[in-house]
Structure formats: C-alpha cells, structure tokens
C-alpha cells in the first residue's frame, strides 16, 4: 500500500511540477524612445518607477505606481493606477481601463509603448498541443484508477475483517469511485480541462479519510462521504465563481458582510460542544460555520493587482480579520482563531510586502496572546501539558500519549486498517487522526499524507507566481498556508511538539463541515494555476485574435 | 515574490516532521510499551514463552491469555524474575524483555500476525525446582536467596519473599504480610550487612596493612573510642585475623577501620563496588553504600564491622563471593540463558556479560582460607553434608526492637562444583540460625540436581 501511495503522490506531483517549467512571453511592448523590446510575462503588469514594477521605467514624470497591465479572457486591459501624469491610449488620456489591442500605442510619462504580440501561436504549436492532452488524459486516467485501486484495498481490509465478509466498505468505496470518475467525465468533456492533479490529491486524501472513519463507525464515513460530495460540488462551484477576477473582486465586499452574519448567528445560536461554541444544529445536521469562513476570508483578503494598486491601505481587511478572530476568541475556538491569525499574516505580507507591519502585528499578536492566557485557564492547562505528556498521561496529556504509544505500536507499516486501539479515545477520528493513520496505516503511509500536503504548499507557492492574477497568488497562497497551518496543528499537537488544539486534519479528519471547507480552499490552488482555464483562454485569445486582422 | 512567507510555514513543517520521524526512531519502544498501551493489557498480541533451564514452562500465551507455571509453588518462587504481566514488577523478564517477547520492533510494530512474528521464547538459566524449594523454606519470612555458578556466571535461583501467586493475585492491602512485594529484594533492596561486612574490612586490611595476617589484635569485649562503645560477644583477648573472622570479633574489625581510617576505607570499599549501582542484566542494581564522611571515630569504628550506616545489596555480596572463589575475578552473573525466535531462527545463546575484576587476587585468596576456615571450625561441614564451603554469616541490628537481619554468604570450595550463594532473612534473628538452614538445604539441592550433570 505504501507502494500505491508513492506512485500516486509521485504521478501528481511529477505532472504539477512539469507543467510549470513552460513559459512564454505574453506580449511584447515597443519601447519608441530607446527602440527596446519589454517583454511582458505575467496576466497582471504593473508599471511604474518602483524597482518593485513588473516594467520599470525610469523617468521623473512617471509615478511610482503608475498603471496596470492585465489580460482577462477578452484580452489586454490597461488601466490607471492613481498616477499624477497620467495614462494616454492613442492619445486620449484614460479614466479608470481601456481595452488595448495589438498596435495600439501607449504613453505613460514621458514614454511611449507599443503592444506587440508574444511568441507566434503557431499551427505546429497548436498540434504539439493536442499530442500532449492525449498524453495527459492517458495518464490522468491512469492516476484515477490507481487512487481507486489503492482505496479499494484498504477498503478490502475493512470488508474482510477477522474472517467475516462485509459489504458496506465496498459500497462506500463504489460511490468514492463514482464521485471521482462523474467529476472527470464532466470537466474533461463538458468543460474540456486538462488537469486533474489536484483534485486526484484530494480525493485520495479524503478516500484515506473515508475508510479511517469506517473503522470508527459506519454512520460517521457516511457523513463523510455526503460531504466528500457536497465538498467537490463546493469546489467546482469556487472556481467557477472566481473564474473572473473583476468579478469576483466585486462581491468581495457581500461575501464579507456574509462572513460577518454567520459568525454573528454562531455566536447567538451557536452551541457549545467541547469546550468551544461553534456548532450550529439544523435537524440533523450540524455545522460548524467557521470552516466555511475561512473560505470567506481568504476570499476577502485576495485581490487584484489593480485593487492592490489603487487601496493601498489594509485597513478593511483587518477589521474583518479583527471581527473574525475576535468572534472566535469569543466562541472559545482558539485553534481556528490561530489558523485566521496565520492566514491574516500571510495575507497581509502579500499584500504590503513590508517587513515591518508583519512585526508590529506579531509583536501585539504576542501581548494579546498573554491577555488571552491570563484569561482562559484551559488554555494555559494545554500549553501546561505541552512536551510533559507523560507526566500527565492520565489527565492532560491523555490523547497525546495514547497517539504516541499507539502510533509505535504500528511501526512503520503498520497493524492493519480497522485493527488499531486509538479508535476507542475520544475525537480519535478527528483531532487525532494522525494517530489513527500511524498505527492502522503504518507510520510511512502517514508522513506521506502529511508530506503530500506539504508539497502541494510548495505548488501552491510556485504557480501564485504565475497565475492569472494576484487574486489568484493571494488567494492560493493564503489557502495553502490555512491548510498546511492546519494540519501541523493537528498533527503536531496529537504529537505533542505543538500544545493540542482541537483542530481537524484537513480531507482526512472526520467533520463534514471541514472536509466541504478544504475542499473549498483548493479550488483557490486550483484557480492560480494558469492552466485550469486554458482551454477556454485558449479559444478565446484566438478568436480575438482572429478579429483584429 | 512575497508569497516566500508560505515557504517558512512550510519549512516548519518539515522540521517537525522531522523531529517528529527522529523522535519515533529513538522512543518507540518506550511509547509501545507504556503502561496507556491497550494493545499489551489486552493480550491481543501473543508474547514469547519463559522457560527455566531445563525446559520447564513459566510463562507462555494460549489463547490470548497469558499463562504462568502449573505448578503454584514455582509461581510463586519466581514470581519476581518472571513478572505479573502487569508491569508491577518493572525488573521483572516480562518487563525488561517485552520487546524480544511481544516480537516488537519499530518496522512492523505489533502488525506482525503472531506465526510469522518476531517474538522470541526465552530461556533463563534458574532451575525452578530448586527456586520453589528455597522459597518454600523462608516459611512466612520475608528475604532473598541467590546461588549461581562462580565459573559461568549462570543464576541457578533466585527468589525473593514476600511473593504472591500470579495466577490467585490475592487483594494486596497496605499491610505487613506484603510489605515490598513488587519489589525483587535481589535488585532493588540493599541491607545492613551485619558481620558479613567483616569480609571486606578483611580484604582491605590485607590489601593495606602489611602483614595483616600475621599481627594479632587485642579484644576487652568493651572498647571505647572517644567516648563510644563497641561491644564485642566475648572477650578474646589475642587474636589473628583468621581468628577473628572465624569467631567475628568486633573489636579486631573496628580496629582495622580506625587504623585505616576514613579516606582509605572509602576508597577501598568503592573499589569493591560500593557507593556505585553496579550493572545487572540491563538493569543497575540498587547501590551498596559504605559512607563515612560525616561520622564519628566510634562511627568509623561500627562501619568496619557492617553497622552504622553500611548497606549491601544481594546480588553485589553475590558478585564479591564469586570474586572471592575465583581469584579475584567476578564472572558477572546472568539470567537469561537463550533466546530463540519462531522455528524458523536457530537459537541464540547468551553468555556472562563479563568479567570484573573487583580484588587483588592474594587477598582474595587469602579470604577464601579464611572463609573456609571459619566454616570448618564455627559452623561445621556437616550444615551442608560435607560439601566442602567457605562462608560466614551475619546479624545486622537493625532497631526498633526487631529481630536482626539474619544473612549467610558463601561458596563452594571446590571448582568442580563452582556455586556461590546469598542468603538473607529480614528479622531473622542470628544468621546461622535463620539463613543457615536455608543456604545449606539450597546448595545441597543445587549439588544433587547437579551430580549427575555437568553443571557447566
């Protein structure tokens, strides 16, 4: 099994990675004055004196920040940052955008540039194209059907199990299957995407989760697998919803407002389970809102290069960061409220890039934090236990030396799946899970889950650079650092080198609520991959193209 | 460029994991085998057997239930090197040996289905027929009783009292009847040694003072040093060294001491072992102390002769004899005689971990006459049917009104039938009274299970 996991993680990641070497220029610019050439890499340009600008052009008249370059899907937009000269189109000085075409002349200062087009889009381009989608089906295919072999046998082990034969894993696994192969026919031929990578990583991640469950109680893996459904509903939905930057931009200020009321309803009709009031119960079902802010916020923290440019304050963002942390502070989530506070500072340090704000916000994140400890005792009982477990394995340090002595137990492979002792301790499907992993699954299949998360934040990282937007690099970064954050306070705090908060593993704890959320902060990963909207991007430019000749 | 923030979270992800892999790797035996671990309670997983050194049964897995010796007596016997499966006993072979007898190792962990497993029967080197017999004799005494043999280190017996049966485990209230029980008084107790003591105040002396052998000592029965008494039984006026360890006079040994005085005798006696926790199996015995730092000269006076604040432990005495009867050279005792894993692995035989050299080998031999002597002319040949010994015994005081700590040390003379032996009885009363009988019938059963086999 441990063998499966690795040539999966290794076909994922090997296509992710590849992918990425291949860059073209976009546009050129002419430059008049010194007949130069700029070439224009990136969808989102920012043009201006600063050494930090995409294209920098030296000259007193030109302000710091002087305009934006960008692409949509119906090609290239210029529009005016605030600058003090101003931006001419062909002569005309523009209010806020104005579409650019291939010819048309732009003078920013005392400059004046041409747009000229990239690197040819060939035929022979076009057919070396083709050859490689036929590539990667095959092998997306493949990748499918090695997930689905690797959770078949792990479900196999919990089907026959001490010499009884039971049907229910199968089942479970029949719809797991099902979900994966319904969600590659529809974006492969309805909306004609090519990649799948990220989304095999997480149904593989979240089938683990499904079988963990299963060999806790079979009610609790069929929540999880409704929300495994709802969660790539969820996930299609965001990327399509933030397809257009401009556009999702505009609602970003709704999505905070409804960030806000659901934390509001929370902390008015919230109940408290386990020493924190996030839950929500509607009948039988019951939600934990949180997770689902996380996703605003990430939302609301990104934004375009344009919106960066133009608002440079972060004022808004954090109040909104301030109300959603406090709220949780409130509700006794002191795990969440972490994970916020490590989303705000990424957010915040890719937005401003300055050193100093990041500091200042530690350094009072610090004396906050004190204030908290003084008055939530609980808390300070946790941090009591932290790397002293054994000296409390009977009160504090109860699940965290469990975890230990259970996961030795499975050595490097393994006891079997369904076979452990961990499943009787209490939120062992959930908070402890990692624990579960390592003593069912075998400690080398459990640093492979942890580590394919970790490696997915390095890709995270690599294609922000260069997505579409910096929406896109924003987002994807914030929604890689909240799920890495997460996990290493899971795992690490059921392994006491963090204190243990009561958070989940993201895709393979048990929590419904949390897998849907997971799911949906991939979809921001997914949406920074300048591949995931290729196809259309594709069709479109040429057609554009097609009409300017 | 600014998204690099993510690649600290990340950074530190890996390093915990890191540290976390590392930890795993050095710990895992401790975390598998912590008390929390429902895995070993349950019995799910079978362990290894226990066998005694001719084979005999002590402890094996039948059904998912630990199963101990049929037979009550040797239960009870070797309560204490066998263990209770609880890990009340923690010098115990169920403990010290869980991970060679649940087959663990960090690879598999407890995965392994038990025919293909890695768990190893383990064979010791006590006979537990001879451990049943010398337990029985202390009757409702408390103590300990050891033999091994001096040329190859194995342990014949070892039992130590009070014990309980694993197999009835009776209610274990807070009362005297099972004052220690957990503890195995071999391991982890250390006794005031009384006039056994007398052996390594002798060794010292002839290491030290010239001719010690030769000069003789003048014995008043009441001797006052600055002010303190030592009482001797007798009066015995002039006496040698042999003398007065054949007949234990206090007075030539408080002498010695004094003569010595307090660096020496400290020196002299952490060369013997004391003041230390001396290795046994993979255990540290609990430490034989002799310190006399802060004493008076009468203080000084009652160390010489195994009061004041002397305390021995068993298996340490046990090491000396065997060092005593070979020369000087300790052929460290050992419990474990082999270990073998499923039937696919041949057996692995264990040997003495060593030899110490705790003595000057005139000395020691020099003591060994000595020791025989007083066993000729004190306690008679005939206690042990006429196996030649060499032994001596003690009587600790040990207050409050109590019967002393009786004790019996000893070998054999003879390398052709190479046993060293052990003896205390708490409260006792006078050593040869209450350990003689015990030590005699103890070496007389070793030498007629051995006569017709070769004990080496």
Known sequence: MPLIAILILYFCFYSLFSKLSDTRKLITLYDVSSCSLIPIWYWENSIGRHKHCDVIIDSPLVSRNHAVLYRRDDGWFIADTNSKTGVFLNGKRIEKSEKVLVGDILKIGDRELILKKGEPNSFNRNKRRKKRLEIKDISTVFMILITNIFHLLASLRLSYFEEKWNKEPLIFLGVIVGISWIYYFIFRFVFRRSNFELEILGLFLSGIGIINSYSVSSSSAFTQLFALAIGVIFFSFITFFIKNPDFAMKCRIYIAVLAVILLGINLFFGQVKNGSQNWINLGNVSLQPSEFVKVMFVFFGASTLYGLQTSKNLAGFILFSCICMGALFIMGDFGTACIFFVAFIVIAFMRSGSVRTIFLTLVSAGIGLTFILNFKPYVVNRFAAWRHVWEHANDIGYQQTRVLAYSASGGLLGMGIGKGCLKYIFAAPSDLVFGMLCEEWGLILSILVIISIGIAGIYARLCSLRSRSTFYSISSCAAAAIILFQMMMNVFGSIDIFPLTGVTFPFVSLGGSSLISTWGLLAFIKAADEHTYSIRRYKVSFKGKERLK | ?456
């Open chain 2, 1 to 456: 460029m600014r998204s690099i923030v993510l690649y600290f979270i990340i950074f530190l992800f890996f390093i915990g994991t890191g540290f976390f892999v590392y930890e795993f790797l050095m710990k895992n035996k401790d975390w598998a085998f912590s008390s929390v671990n429902r895995h070993l309670s349950q019995g799910i997983i079978s362990q290894g057997k226990i066998l005694d050194r001719s084979g005999l049964i002590l402890a094996e897995t039948e059904n998912r239930k630990r199963k101990y010796s049929d037979n009550e007596k040797i239960r009870k016997a070797l309560l204490h090197v066998v263990g209770d499966g609880c890990a009340f006993i923690p010098t115990s072979i169920q403990s010290l040996y869980k991970s060679e007898l649940f087959g663990y190792n960090y690879v598999t962990g407890f995965g392994m289905p038990s025919l293909l497993g890695f768990s190893q029967d383990l064979t010791l080197t006590l006979d537990s027929k001879i451990c049943s017999k010398a337990s029985e004799s202390f009757k409702d005494k408390k103590g300990t009783a050891l033999a091994y043999n001096y040329l190859n280190g194995e342990i014949i017996c070892m039992v130590s009292l009070p014990t309980y049966d694993v197999m009835n485990r009776p209610i274990l209230k807070n009362d005297d009847k099972y004052e220690g029980v957990y503890l195995n008084r071999a391991i982890s107790s250390s006794y005031t040694p009384g006039s056994v003591f007398k052996i390594f105040t002798a060794l010292a002396a002839l290491d030290l003072i010239k001719d010690a052998d030769k000069r003789s000592f003048s014995c008043n029965k009441i001797k006052l040093v600055d002010g303190e008494k030592i009482v001797c039984m007798k009066n015995h006026g002039k006496i040698n060294l042999k003398e007065a360890l054949c007949k234990s006079c206090d007075i030539a040994f408080s002498d010695i001491a004094l003569e010595l005085g307090k660096e020496k005798m400290t020196e002299k006696m952490n060369q013997f072992g004391f003041n230390s926790k001396l290795p046994f199996d993979k255990l540290e015995l609990s430490a034989s102390s002799y310190n006399v730092s802060n004493s008076s000269s009468g203080g000084l006076g009652w160390s010489g002769i195994g009061q004041y604040t002397d305390k021995l432990n068993p298996i340490h005495m046990l090491k000396i004899m065997g060092a005593i009867a070979n020369g000087g050279i300790c052929v460290e005792p050992y419990i474990v005689k082999s270990m073998k894993m499923n039937s696919y692995f041949s057996e692995t035989k264990l040997k003495s971990p060593g030899l110490t050299k705790f003595l000057n080998t005139e000395s020691a031999d020099k003591v060994k006459e000595m020791m025989r002597y007083t066993m000729k002319n004190s306690y008679g040949d005939s206690k042990f049917s006429g196996i030649p010994m060499c032994a001596k015994t003690g009587t600790a005081e040990v207050g409050n009104n109590k019967f002393p700590h009786g004790w019996m040390v000893g070998f054999s003379y003879d390398k052709s039938f190479p046993i060293a032996f052990v003896v205390i009885v708490e409260n006792g009363d006078f050593g040869i009274k209450s350990a003689g009988p015990i030590a005699a019938e103890m070496v007389k059963n070793i030498y007629n299970r051995f006569k017709n086999d070769k004990i080496i």
